[in-house]
């Protein structure tokens, strides 16, 4: 039925994005842990700052202009000129001013090593804006195998680079790495997303993307703000070490965040956007992609929680050992908010991007009010915990923003997400008991596997027995894994 093919489509480019996330978490995992056991948390430290100071300038002039081409009815080559020239003069202006005032930012942050490195992370931006305009068009088009391999790519070339450096060259091995697999990526852009770019000054081509795009450009500033302003506090109060080790614990605890949002948020996104006007197929695929998603994450948030301590222990050792609570809260937080990782998605493609901004002003508020009250008492803790009221108040946020589309819209969801709660506090606490009997690396493996199958186990018996539709929810978001697991082919009501 040509109705439900958006729902086929984006099955199929959720299978890509859930492979392309696999192989690059993989990697970069492999990075993290690698270099974290070969640097110190002040080397971690420094390259946030880079980061925080390139990427609040890089988004502060963002129009939104690649995602205004995946929402935008139609597109020509104009268009896509005029997107490539923008973005590129766009961000080799950026580039330059943060060179250029580079000591100033530091400063800033109470940090002057970290000058040069802002200087050399700041081409990222605009070794990125290179790439070919064309690979919007495969968002577009919900076409994510190429895609996939496009940010393997980048991460296989910044881990190799990375690793291989960092005995050597220090904190520069992560500098250069970023640059490196940027480079990598462009290059492989053009390979998959075949484009020849044309410099295009046309503001008659552009305007009508940057209309979408104005509230994303707020929606950036709000949270970069936010990020730059969490950052910036971290770094007065308690120097490139402690920022050190938030950044480590932040990028371990918000992996399943990151994983909602690439393989949902991108994939959900076009998908919402060809939905707007049928509510009841919207509602039904925010309801498979809320349940799916949580029945996969919540338990893999809930391993995080319990077997931190015996994974910093073991594996990190012990000059990170501040990380353990800061990632414990951090989990917990990311959690909490699944539901506006799926919310953001959908009122993005029902083209209400101001609703994002008020999302983003409310957590990155809310987020630098609590950490300014808290990191005098509490310190680096200060920056995990006032995560907590911050993403509590955006999730009340984004129930009102479904409800108002919808109307409802969890009705048919409460029986599983309770059923998910239930699986996930018993996987956790099967893991509790094992890591505290075994307190090493076996036993990490053994608490792993024992909470996968008991929580298996649990959301399999309570979909058989209480008629969840659980698996069906997999079958609707993710049908080519479905297919695999030989569940039945289901279409939406």
Same mark, same amino acid.
Request: aromatic share 10%.
């Given at each position: 039925?040509?109705?439900?093919?958006?729902?086929?489509?984006?099955?199929?480019?959720?299978?890509?994005?859930?492979?392309?996330?696999?192989?690059?978490?993989?990697? +970069?995992?492999?990075? =993290?842990?690698?270099?974290?056991?070969?640097?110190?948390?002040?080397?971690?430290?420094?390259?946030?700052?880079?980061?925080?100071?390139?990427?609040?300038?890089?988004?502060?002039?963002?129009?939104?202009?690649?995602?205004?081409?995946?929402?935008? /009815?139609?597109?020509?080559? @104009?268009?896509?000129?005029?997107?490539?020239?923008?973005?590129?003069?766009?961000?080799?202006?950026?580039?330059?001013?943060?060179?250029?005032?580079?000591?100033?930012?530091?400063? $800033?942050?109470? /940090?002057?090593?970290?000058?040069?490195? #802002?200087?050399?992370?700041?081409?990222?931006?605009?070794?990125?804006?290179?790439?070919?305009?064309?690979?919007?068009?495969?968002?577009?088009?919900?076409?994510?195998?190429?895609?996939?391999? =496009?940010?393997?790519? /980048? @991460?296989?070339?910044?881990?190799?680079?990375?690793?291989?450096?960092?005995?050597?060259?220090?904190?520069?091995?992560?500098?250069?790495?970023?640059?490196?697999?940027?480079?990598?990526?462009? $290059?492989?852009? +053009?390979?998959?997303?075949?484009?020849?770019?044309?410099?295009?000054?046309?503001?008659?081509?552009?305007?009508?993307?940057?209309?979408?795009?104005?509230?994303?450009?707020?929606?950036?500033?709000?949270?970069?703000?936010?990020?730059?302003?969490?950052?910036?506090?971290?770094? *007065?109060?308690?120097?490139?070490?402690?920022?050190?080790?938030?950044?480590?614990?932040?990028?371990?605890?918000?992996?399943?965040?990151?994983?909602?949002?690439?393989?949902?948020?991108?994939?959900?996104?076009? =998908?919402?956007?060809?939905?707007?006007?049928?509510?009841?197929?919207?509602? *039904?695929?925010?309801?498979? $992609?809320?349940?799916?998603?949580?029945?996969?994450?919540?338990?893999?948030?809930?391993?995080?929680?319990?077997?931190?301590?015996?994974?910093?222990?073991?594996?990190?050792?012990?000059?990170?050992?501040?990380?353990?609570?800061? $990632?414990?809260?951090?989990?917990?937080?990311?959690?909490?908010?699944?539901?506006?990782?799926?919310? &953001?998605?959908?009122?993005?493609?029902?083209?209400?991007? +101001? *609703?994002?901004?008020?999302? /983003?002003?409310?957590?990155?508020?809310?987020?630098?009010?609590?950490?300014?009250?808290?990191?005098?008492? +509490?310190?680096?803790?200060?920056?995990?915990?006032?995560?907590?009221?911050?993403?509590?108040?955006?999730?009340?946020?984004?129930?009102?923003?479904?409800?108002? &589309?919808?109307?409802?819209?969890?009705?048919?969801?409460?029986?599983?997400?309770?059923? #998910?709660?239930?699986?996930?506090?018993?996987?956790?606490?099967?893991?509790?008991?094992?890591?505290? *009997?075994?307190?090493? &690396?076996?036993?990490?493996?053994?608490?792993?596997?024992?909470?996968?199958?008991?929580?298996?186990?649990?959301?399999?018996?309570?979909?058989?027995?209480?008629?969840?539709?659980?698996?069906?929810?997999?079958? &609707?978001?993710?049908?080519?894994?479905?297919?695999?697991?030989?569940?039945?082919?289901?279409?939406?009501?």
């Amino acid at each position: 039925m040509t109705e439900h093919r958006p729902m086929r489509a984006a099955g199929t480019a959720m299978l890509w994005q859930a492979f392309q996330m696999g192989g690059v978490k993989v990697l +970069y995992m492999i990075r =993290l842990l690698v270099l974290a056991i070969l640097l110190t948390p002040a080397d971690f430290g420094l390259v946030a700052i880079a980061l925080a100071a390139t990427n609040f300038l890089q988004n502060l002039t963002n129009f939104g202009l690649v995602p205004a081409v995946v929402q935008a /009815e139609s597109m020509d080559e @104009a268009k896509y000129d005029a997107a490539w020239t923008f973005e590129m003069t766009r961000s080799m202006i950026v580039t330059s001013l943060t060179i250029i005032f580079a000591p100033l930012i530091a400063q $800033i942050f109470a /940090e002057p090593r970290a000058v040069p490195i #802002i200087q050399i992370l700041a081409l990222r931006p605009f070794i990125e804006s290179m790439t070919s305009i064309k690979v919007a068009a495969l968002n577009r088009n919900l076409t994510f195998r190429p895609l996939a391999f =496009l940010k393997i790519v /980048e @991460a296989i070339f910044n881990a190799v680079i990375s690793i291989s450096l960092a005995k050597f060259i220090g904190v520069w091995a992560m500098v250069f790495g970023m640059i490196g697999g940027m480079i990598a990526l462009v $290059i492989a852009s +053009y390979i998959l997303a075949p484009y020849r770019p044309r410099i295009l000054f046309d503001w008659k081509a552009v305007q009508p993307l940057m209309k979408f795009g104005g509230w994303l450009l707020v929606t950036a500033v709000v949270g970069m703000a936010g990020n730059f302003g969490l950052r910036i506090i971290i770094s *007065r109060q308690v120097g490139a070490e402690g920022l050190g080790l938030y950044s480590l614990a932040a990028q371990l605890a918000f992996l399943p965040s990151e994983v909602a949002s690439e393989v949902v948020g991108t994939v959900a996104f076009p =998908l919402f956007a060809r939905l707007q006007y049928d509510l009841k197929q919207a509602a *039904r695929a925010f309801q498979a $992609i809320l349940t799916s998603l949580m029945a996969l994450l919540y338990p893999i948030c809930a391993l995080i929680i319990v077997l931190t301590p015996i994974l910093v222990k073991e594996i990190l050792g012990s000059k990170w050992d501040g990380t353990v609570p800061l $990632i414990q809260i951090l989990a917990l937080v990311t959690m909490i908010g699944l539901l506006g990782d799926s919310t &953001i998605p959908l009122v993005k493609g029902f083209g209400q991007s +101001y *609703r994002i901004t008020q999302i /983003e002003l409310v957590q990155s508020s809310t987020l630098i009010a609590m950490i300014w009250l808290l990191t005098s008492r +509490y310190g680096v803790l200060a920056a995990a915990l006032a995560w907590l009221p911050a993403i509590i108040l955006v999730q009340i946020l984004c129930l009102y923003f479904i409800w108002d &589309i919808f109307h409802d819209p969890l009705k048919d969801a409460r029986k599983p997400l309770l059923a #998910i709660l239930s699986a996930t506090i018993a996987g956790g606490g099967i893991s509790a008991l094992v890591i505290s *009997r075994l307190q090493n &690396i076996p036993g990490l493996v053994l608490a792993s596997l024992l909470a996968a199958l008991v929580t298996g186990s649990i959301l399999w018996i309570s979909d058989r027995r209480y008629s969840l539709g659980l698996f069906r929810n997999i079958a &609707i978001a993710f049908p080519q894994v479905a297919a695999f697991l030989k569940i039945p082919n289901v279409e939406l009501e």
